[in-house]
């Protein structure tokens, strides 16, 4: 479904992720960790188009999409949960949803996602009128993945859901990316929290300062002792 | 650092500079003399604001106080109650250096930002308008009209012509040398580190209240006595033309041209659009009124676009290049 | 008593189109961040346009609005997108000068074409006056103030209830998240800069009938523009409204208890004093 090919992306011309290739196929968990400044930020916006690459492309679903705008990666549906979750501070619950569901393929379907939204999380239901600036972390979580959903995802990259928040919100928060998955969702899961990561992801990547160290299944990259090396920054 | 400025002082240029102004001047019909002395004016005022505007990165609008204090002040001073000018110019050079100061220490003690500090000193520039034309003292919105020059140096008389030239000529050069000086001296380097980054300039313990009072003072009494010796060639102290914040854009729009925060950026700005607009303003200014302006517009909106840090990098870069081997004087 | 009853008339009429011609100032800046200083030569622009329409059509300028203000509003995508757009990323300064390069050549555009002379637009309801009681207010001064609100009230609702409405607070509140649910950020802001140079061509027409017009004017009208959002606060569009109505006042209380100097200072000094006390503006940024 993904595959990012040698992708060299930086700023200013520095790059920082250097020659960084991953797959993904339809209905996978992959999960990317590494330690802070790793580039995992900056590969996630590199795929919605946020960076135009130095080098490098970006497959989705068979179509070359290096050179389109975020707008239109959106469009076609990969869909990021941005790290700090960065919800609109001074707009309602509702009104953060309805901006979710904006593009030009899901607007008109924002009743229906909205009530499938609201469903999967009960506490927006309450909050609906509220400024999203006054909810807690987990809840400003919660509206982030449900404005990511309103957008009719096909490809959901959340950047470092569990960031901040507390144990008990972290294992909601997973839950759900469960249930997604269950539901048929490809998810890219960005994490620093390794064991968590490797226990909902099938496969993962382990990027170490701008460049793949470890790659393969959950269980092998968690036995390697590269992993924890990469981690510690050793 | 101070070398370079000694450099600069002994460089051969001015000999040449010298040899042309004593040659030329008296070959030229008054006409472009005139050109050649307002263009001297603008160097001279748009490098005095370069210490402010470009240095210090603040785009303050209010040089218009000084320049029209410095012209309408001394002007009233002598018609009003008969002060000799030279004694109106150094009293309006004070009080423009304390109104400089004044809006230095409003920037420091609000901490005004860039944006604010731009406004502001578009409402004093406002402001001053609505006093000069409101105050006879000043003139009022009819002006003043000064006695006529008949070249008495005691009595700030340089004969127009050729004397408002050489007057000229001093001014701009010293208003560049100035800059060369400050560029070159420890306080230059503090107010790029201010403009480039205010909040770590007051984190390694830059005196951050002293160095913009002094480039504010020294720009505003510059602009000041830069005020005077032009009413004077003028004559006529028109509050439309010296006091307007017109004057303080045009002179913004010179040093953008040429290279905000460069020694001769300004000066080079002043020199290419001076002469160019009054040449259009003197064929098609009875037919095409404002043409002049028009281009200013044109020109500074093109180099923005095309070059941001304005046309000098430019030349220095073409200069380079066709003389590889020259040894680069900045 | 009646001359203050009459200023309180006249103050609250003209404020209510100073707030207009800030909002579009104040949504301008908060989409793209961008201080026009050639605002008020847009709105001399919106005026001349009204005057060659009567001058060769012999259009009345509320009826002129018909061409003025998609013509403007195209003029403003225009400007945004070749001048301003490039400018993105570029220090802030830059902006500022080259708006003031752009005000150079709009107004010299416009006396060249028109010449520096005074002109006046005739309207039909030019002369015709309103009594109520001891105060009697012009007719057009009624009209402003009229469709100044409903224009305010129309925007305040488009900006909550439409999409593109909400794009343009997204693109405020957070243009990278805004640029992450689809939203084109660079067409917001020039569609909000476009929106914004449409709006003045109404303004413009509001404040034409019995106005004397010259080319010179436009650094006026900007300076009154900017005193007003930085009165009520760049974003906030009650405060923006209230500014204008304070301004408006200002004006007109100012001319009758103070001399003509200090009157026309008064705006001034009041803009001084809130940009060093509360460089929020009056009130905080609570409807956006
Ligand atoms: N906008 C930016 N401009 C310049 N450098 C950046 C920017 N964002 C991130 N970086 C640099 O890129 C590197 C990777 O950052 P990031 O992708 O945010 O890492 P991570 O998300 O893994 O913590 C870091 O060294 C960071 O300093
Ligand atoms: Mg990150």
Known sequence: MLEVDHLVTGYGGVPVLQDVSLTLSAGEIVGLLGANNAGKTTLINSLSGMYAPMSGRIRFEGQDVTAMTPKQRVEIGIIQV???????????????????????????????????????????????????GTLSGGEQQMLAIGRALMAEAKLLMLDEPSLGLSPLFVQYIFGIIDRLHAEGLSILLIEQNLNLTLRHAQRCYVLERGKVAVEGASDVVKDDPRTRRAYLGL | MRQEFYKTLMSPVWLVILVLAA??????????????????????????????????????????????????????????????????????????????????????????????????????????????????????????????????????Q???????????????IASILINVAILNAPLGYYLRTIRDNENAARAIGVNILRYKVAAMVISAMLSSVIGTAYVRYLTFADPYLLVSPIIIIEIVLFATVGGLGRAYGPAFGALLLVPLGEILRGKLG????????????????????????????????????????????? | MAEFLQALAQGLLIGSTYGLLALGMGLVYGVSGVVNFSHGDFISLGM????????????????????????????????????????????????????????????????????????????????????????????????????????????????????????????????????????????????????????????????????????????????????????GGMTNFVGIMLGGLIIGLSEAYGTIYLSDTLGMLLPYGIFVLIMLFRPQGLTWSSSR
């Open chain 2, 23 to 156: 040659v030329l001047p008296p070959l030229l019909p008054s006409y472009y003399l005139h050109i050649v002395i307002l263009s001297l004016v603008y160097v001279a005022l748009a490098s005095a604001w370069n210490i402010v505007g470009g240095m210090a990165g603040q785009i303050s609008l209010a040089h218009s106080l000084f320049i029209g204090t410095g012209a309408m002040l001394s002007t009233a001073l002598l018609l009003k109650l008969g002060v000799n000018m030279w004694l109106g110019l150094v009293i309006s050079a004070v009080i423009s250096g304390a109104m400089g100061a004044m809006i230095a220490w409003i920037d420091f003690r609000f901490q005004l930002g860039h944006l604010s500090f731009v406004l502001i000193t578009l409402a004093f520039a406002e402001m001053g308008t609505v006093i000069v034309e409101g105050w006879d003292f000043l003139g009022g919105a009819s002006g003043l009209l000064l006695p006529q020059d008949k070249g008495d140096f005691l009595a700030f």
């Open chain 3, 48 to 231: 001349f346009l009204c005057l060659a329409l009567y001058s060769a059509l012999a259009l009345d300028p509320y009826v002129s609005l018909v061409i003025t203000v998609p013509l403007m509003t195209v003029i403003g995508g225009l400007v945004y997108w070749y001048l301003l757009r490039p400018m993105v990323g570029h220090q802030f300064l830059m902006v500022v000068q080259l708006t003031l390069g752009l005000s150079l050549v709009l107004q010299n555009g416009i006396l060249m074409v028109f010449g520096g002379q005074p002109a006046r637009t005739p309207s039909v309801v030019e002369s015709k006056l309103l009594i109520l009681g001891d105060v009697v207010v012009r007719v057009p001064h009624v009209i402003a103030f009229v469709v100044s609100f409903a224009m305010a009230i129309g925007l305040y609702i488009m900006l909550r209830s439409t999409d593109f409405g909400r794009s343009i607070r997204a693109v405020h509140q957070n243009a990278h998240a805004a640029a992450l649910m689809g939203i084109d950020v660079s067409r917001v802001q020039t569609l909000t800069f476009a929106l914004g140079i449409g709006i003045l061509a109404i303004a413009a027409a509001l404040l034409l009938p019995g106005t004397p017009i010259q080319p010179a004017q436009g650094l006026r009208y900007t300076v009154i523009t900017l005193i007003v959002v930085a009165l």
């Open chain 2, 158 to 172: 340089f004969g127009g012509g050729i004397g408002a030239f050489w007057v000229m000529l001093v001014l701009a």
């Open chain 1, 82 to 132: 941005p790290e700090g979750r960065l919800v609109f501070p001074e707009m309602s619950v509702r009104e953060n949803l309805l901006l979710g569901g904006i593009n030009a393929r899901a607007r008109t379907h924002r009743p229906r996602q909205m009530d499938h939204v609201l469903e999967l999380f009960p506490r927006l239901q309450e909050r609906l009128g509220q400024k999203a």
């Open chain 2, 286 to 330: 009875g037919t095409l009124p404002g043409l002049h302006y028009f281009i200013y517009g044109v020109v500074v909106i093109a180099v923005i676009l095309m070059s941001p840090r304005g046309l000098l990098p430019l030349f220095e870069k073409w200069f380079s290049r066709a003389r590889p081997k020259a040894a680069t004087t900045k």
